[in-house]
């Protein structure tokens, strides 16, 4: 322990063992610092080296999302140079191949079939129009001469327009006889029956003609304005189960709401004309023959346990276009809603109409003939 204490003395007295001591503790203060620094470096080029790794997938993102941006770009460019010249079925290529691929993701990502009935149906409308080569002409909106007469005129104005308006001329037409309850056509040197027809057929005769004095008339000012269109333009709805994608042409769809629409003014006129006989006032007769037709076509759809015999109820088929095209047979769930039932039931009243009228003016001639 002395000889310890003695040397030990002896070292602590020597400066330059001291300078010694003093330089190895810098050196290891400064190795300290280094060993410090160079950690730090390290976990920034880490860092750096994420950061680098994170930019480096953003620009690839970028990229994609870039070349992407540059093809839509590209392919609308394509799309409105061949539609400006005229060449709409080229145009419609363009842009059925991005809608193919759009269904292709949306297939393989989300599957929902309502959106793929929509791509599908937009894609077989396209597909339709580009082989006639026709220009768009949305048959929800229709400018065009014969989109427009076929879409608009038939299945939208005349059924809540122009029948509204018939009914209160053949009203007028049919009560203008009773003066005071009393009916003067007994008065004129006919027979009843005589009188009643000669009414029907001037009441129907003046219906078809303002039926086609209407359509013409919309045609006519649709053409000028925007074109005459095509007869060919396409309307994607549903097959005769319903369910079925199925592409309907202009022509199919006017003619079928034509012939719809002729029985349905014959069954009117039957209609007005055989309830004339109970109610003798205009205006209640308009109310009571609006309200029986126009409760068909806006409360039936409203009352689901009468979806199943909706097809029972004639005036339902005034919206041609979606009896034609088996909209109503979906929405209903109901596969008799068509052209064919349409036409057996509105014939069916009509015959049904007739004989009761018939049966009503026998009596009333052999009363009057008594």
Not at 62 to 74: D, G, K, L, R
Not at 78 to 104: D, H, N
Not at 108 to 130: F, M, Y
Not at 338 to 349: E, H, M, Q, R, S
Request: charged share 15%; proline share 2%; net charge neutral.
């Amino acid at each position: 322990m002395i000889l310890l204490e003695f040397y030990s003395k002896k070292i602590y007295r020597n400066k330059f063992n001291l300078i010694l001591l003093v330089i190895l503790a810098v050196i290891m203060g400064l190795s300290l610092y280094f060993n410090n620094n160079s950690n730090s470096l390290i976990s920034t080029v880490k860092m750096e080296q994420n950061d680098l790794k994170a930019m480096q997938s953003n620009i690839a993102n970028n990229a994609e999302q870039n070349a992407a941006f540059t093809e839509q770009i590209e392919n609308n460019e394509r799309f409105f140079s061949y539609y400006e010249s005229g060449e709409y079925s080229k145009a419609y290529a363009t842009r059925i191949e991005k809608l193919v691929k759009i269904r292709e993701i949306s297939a393989n990502t989300t599957n929902i079939e309502s959106d793929l009935r929509v791509l599908d149906e937009i894609i077989a409308e396209l597909e339709a129009l580009a082989e006639h080569n026709l220009e768009y002409d949305s048959v929800f909106t229709p400018t065009k001469g014969f989109n427009f007469m076929a879409y608009s005129t038939v299945n939208s104005l005349v059924p809540y327009l122009l029948i509204p308006s018939l009914i209160l001329i053949m009203t007028s037409l049919f009560t203008d006889s009773y003066k005071r309850n009393l009916n003067i056509d007994l008065t004129y040197p006919l027979k009843l029956t005589e009188l009643r027809m000669s009414k029907f057929v001037t009441a129907l005769f003046y219906s078809i003609i303002s039926y086609l004095i209407y359509m013409l008339v919309s045609f006519g000012l649709s053409s000028l304005i925007s074109g005459i269109g095509s007869f060919n333009y396409p309307l994607v709805a549903y097959g005769e189960d319903g369910i079925s994608m199925h592409v309907y042409d202009t022509l199919t769809i006017m003619l079928g709401s034509i012939a719809i629409h002729f029985l349905l003014l014959v069954l009117l006129v039957l209609l007005v004309l055989l309830l004339s006989d109970y109610i003798r006032n205009r205006l209640y007769l308009f109310f009571v023959i609006l309200l029986i037709v126009y409760s068909q076509v806006l409360v039936v759809p409203l009352i689901p346990p009468l979806y199943g015999i909706s097809h029972l109820f004639p005036f339902y088929y005034l919206n041609a276009k979606s009896i034609i095209s088996y909209e109503s047979a979906f929405l209903l769930g109901n596969l008799n809603l068509n052209f064919k039932t349409g036409i057996l039931v509105i014939t069916g009243y009509i015959v049904l109409l007739s004989s009761i009228i018939f049966t009503n003016n026998f009596k009333n001639q052999k009363r009057m003939e008594n």
